[in-house]
């Protein structure tokens, strides 16, 4: 009964949407009609028929946000990460979508402290002098302003009641809308609906523990303090559980505030600046980064300083990744279009069929217009789209782990832009793509490498250096012993010299 009951429940959760989809022409909007087959086209000529007021308000991208706005945490989850996908579904689109808003009407401030003794296991007045009422409340969880009993302003993100009971159903609805467009929509396929729904509810169960966004916090603070381009609030541990997170108060004003604008221009130019290095450098020399740099998510305090809030979403890069990446945005800054080519041919984004030289001069017809520009004088929206336009013609594939980085990088030029519209973003990347450069392909460092796979050699030597069924107490061959000692010679010799060299 309890099946039947559920699979009711989600089957009417997935008419209710397919309705207000189709009454805001969101279904399959007309603008795209004529892409579509005959009889898919016939079916949404009849559907439209069903399209109210709402249907002729705005373009496509804008009517699917606000519908999935109203459906609630994992459709606005869903909506935010189609934003991520301009090389499928277009830059404008995606652009729409990606100013999706997640804001609703706060829950009582007792049923908040309630959630925060129950999840802390601990009386309220234990660890807070005050408590105050919400400063913002989104579909998943709502904010508080706090001070602690030894007198430090905090701010407290407390889960909403039974919100993990409703973004199970609608992960159900999700779930099953993918099998039904894996199933009856074959050109969809590609799209890999059930692994896009996979990643959906994957992000959004990540959300509902707090423990992981306070570490994400605590990590990219951690490396925010190497380059001092951004800092982050502290987090604070005893105010921490699943459904609960304390982080210091950021005394500061938002980017997205009206006074922001009223910053002499020098320090608006600082900061645009500091917030494309900091992106950077988070991405390259550490391989995590804060996903959501956003407006909202950004502060600039009594210093001048930029501040991040808000880590529910980080992103990672492992070290091949990061080296790629390097790469690509030097040969960029340096209009070696040669060697960006053969990087993308090296990490496997372009397959070996293809011509480097041609993927060059595609590069080039890229790169080329847009150096020496201001931010201003540069559209991202018309760069984009040459840019999938030429690597669609090469049948390059964005890579899942890009995804994210992409995505925040049309975010983080976009808010530095708005600070300063005559920013040069090679400019102010330059130093960050040079240093990781210098260090991490240097001699030195490439000697260095060298050894630690010299190494791994050894040690998988030494594991096979025994014959198969032998005792473990047994001593190796004697030739198998002087290889790993000269081996080891070999070895200490790299890493002296390594060493030597990065004085």
Do not use: C
């Not at 100013?99 to 660890?127: I, M, N, Q």
């Not at 480097?356 to 760069?383: C, N, T, W």
């Amino acid at each position: 009964m309890g099946d039947l009951t559920n699979g009711l429940s989600t089957l009417s959760r997935l008419i209710g949407a397919a309705w207000s989809l189709t009454r805001a022409d969101a279904l399959a909007p007309r603008e795209i009609s004529h892409l579509l087959p005959t009889w898919a086209r016939a079916l949404a000529n009849v559907s439209r028929l069903l399209a109210g007021r709402e249907a002729r308000l705005g373009r496509p991208g804008e009517r699917l946000a606000r519908v999935l706005e109203r459906q609630g945490p994992v459709a606005i989850k869903l909506g935010q990460f189609l934003s991520t996908r301009a090389d499928t579904f277009g830059v404008e689109f995606a652009e729409d979508l990606g100013r999706l808003k997640d804001r609703l009407p706060p829950f009582p401030r007792a049923l908040a402290t309630a959630e925060v003794e129950r999840a802390l296991g601990r009386p309220l007045a234990s660890l807070f002098s005050a408590f105050d009422e919400a400063l913002g409340a989104a579909s998943l969880a709502q904010v508080h302003a706090a001070t602690l009993v030894d007198g430090r302003r905090v701010a407290v993100k407390v889960l909403r009641p039974g919100i993990e009971a409703r973004v199970a159903a609608d992960i159900a609805a999700l779930t099953v809308a993918a099998d039904i467009v894996h199933a009856v929509a074959h050109a969809a396929r590609r799209l890999e609906p059930r692994a896009f729904a996979a990643t959906v509810a994957r992000a959004l169960r990540l959300e509902l523990d707090l423990r992981f966004e306070a570490a994400g916090a605590d990590e990219l603070r951690e490396a925010m303090s190497r380059d001092l381009y951004m800092t982050a609030p502290a987090v604070v541990w005893d105010g921490v559980a699943r459904r609960v997170l304390t982080l210091e108060w950021v005394a500061g004003e938002a980017l997205s505030g009206p006074g922001i604008l009223d910053l002499a221009r020098p320090d608006r130019s600082r900061l645009a600046g500091d917030l494309i290095r900091a992106f950077l450098a988070q991405a390259l020399d550490h391989g995590v980064f804060h996903a959501d740099l956003h407006e909202g998510n950004l502060f600039v305090d009594s210093a001048g300083k930029l501040v991040a809030v808000d880590f529910g979403i980080v992103g990672r890069l492992d070290p091949l990744e990061r080296r790629y990446l390097a790469e690509i945005l030097w040969g960029f800054l340096n209009r070696d279009y040669a060697r960006v080519a053969a990087v993308h041919f090296e990490a496997g984004y372009v397959s070996s069929g293809h011509d480097p030289a041609a993927f060059a001069q595609a590069l080039r017809a890229v790169g080329e217009p847009i150096f020496g520009k201001a931010a201003g004088d540069v559209s991202m929206h018309r760069l984009l789209t040459q840019l999938f336009e030429i690597t669609a013609l090469f049948e390059m594939r964005l890579r899942p782990e890009l995804v994210l980085l992409q995505k925040t990088m049309v975010t983080v030029e976009g808010v530095a832009r708005r600070l300063d519209p005559d920013l040069d973003i090679w400019v102010a990347a330059e130093p960050v793509v040079r240093r990781w450069i210098t260090r991490e392909l240097s001699p030195a460092n490439r000697l260095r490498e060298f050894a630690d796979q010299a190494l791994s050699v050894l040690s998988h030597l030494a594991r096979i250096g025994a014959p198969v069924g032998a005792p473990a107490a047994k001593a190796p061959s004697a030739r198998f012993h002087g290889l790993s000692f000269l081996t080891g010679v070999v070895v200490a010799a790299l890493a002296f010299l390594a060493a030597w060299l990065a004085r």
